[in-house]
């Protein structure tokens, strides 16, 4: 892999982290990132605010305020009308605006089926970005939102899911990290990502390996979207756990006895999930008891970080 030799890109793709920062001033960094995915739900309005806070959260997880959006859509204009494209542009200005930051122009680009995100420019300190690596033993874990919603949106396409778990994972999703990042940046964060495509244990992988430690997760403490376990019990998956089980198997224990079926919740696929964050042991409980408070009902404790046990990088205790 090539390496950078520019001294102000703080962070670039060595350790897989959320977004590259790139220092400008002494005070000022940049901090920059793209995502976009395929519709989770029909409602256009609803698919651009899911995709929006979906890479938002990218600056989010930096530690970073996000500043300017840029629209990056794959759109069939034969098969669907203008007023498609207008809805979902609509649902992610409504979401770039809540976060504080401007649209400020895109790409379009004629494709098979719909796809949209956002191109995100950030700012934040040169010396208080947050990355993967920095986690350190002793340090408590906090997750701020449920996982699931991968079996969740492939269970709704054979109508499996209730209306009332289909709607609360789309009010979790559809939330901004923005109270979740703002609160955490009161504490001494050592490490941080957001939970998305590659599930809570690709994504806790990726900062356990970057930090040179082992992550210990319990969980009967990680929170679950309703129906999501139900959902594996009766066969739903998604077209990503397989590789995302080839990526962590190698680097992961069992301790919690428990079938099959509910150990896919670990590789479950994201979409614009929780803020994932290593922080002081001592700073844990405040930590999120302030989350509360800021209106994220969802965050908690959720396991610790220990030495290192090659090669595991990740316990589910």
């Known amino acids: 892999m090539p390496k950078n030799t520019d001294p102000n890109l703080l962070v670039g793709f060595e350790h897989s982290d959320d977004a590259a920062v790139y220092r400008l001033t002494d005070e000022l960094a940049l901090v920059t990132t793209a995502d ?27 530690g970073a305020k996000p500043i300017t959006c840029l629209n990056l859509v794959g759109f069939p204009s034969d098969k669907l009308g203008p007023e498609v494209l207008e809805g979902i542009i609509r649902g992610a200005l409504s979401k770039i605006t809540e976060a504080g930051a401007v649209l400020a122009g895109g790409h379009s680009t004629e494709d098979e089926e719909p796809k949209f995100g956002l191109a995100v420019t950030g700012i934040v300190h ?92 319990t969980l009967a403490d990680v929170p679950i979207m309703a129906e999501a376990l139900e959902m594996y019990r009766r066969g739903v998956t998604t077209g990503v756990n397989l590789s995302n089980w080839a990526l962590v198997e190698p680097h992961l224990r069992f301790e919690a ?50 030495p290192l046990e090659a090669p595991l990088h990740l316990i589910f205790r």
């Open 36 to 62: 976009y995915i395929t519709p989770p739900v029909d409602d256009p309005y609803v698919f651009g605010q899911v995709a929006a806070a979906n890479a938002l959260s990218d600056i989010y997880a930096m």
């Open 126 to 217: 040169p010396q208080r970005y947050w990355a993967n690596a920095g986690a350190r033993p002793g340090d408590v874990l906090v997750l701020t939102k449920p996982i699931g919603s991968g079996a969740l949106f492939n269970a709704n396409r054979r109508h499996m899911v209730s209306a009332e778990a289909l709607a609360a994972c789309l009010a979790t999703i559809t939330t901004l990290n923005k109270a979740a990042a703002e609160t955490l940046r009161q504490f001494e964060v050592h490490a941080a990502t957001d939970i998305t495509g590659f599930g809570l244990a690709g994504h806790g992988m990726e900062l356990a390996r970057a930090s040179g430690v082992t992550l210990r997760i």
């Open 257 to 306: 006895v428990l079938p099959k079926w509910h150990r896919e919740i670990v590789v479950d696929p994201q979409t614009s999930g929780g803020l994932f964050a290593a922080l002081p042991a001592e700073q844990g409980p405040a930590a999120v008891d302030a989350l509360h408070a800021a209106g994220v009902p969802d965050a908690c404790i959720v396991g610790d970080v220990a």
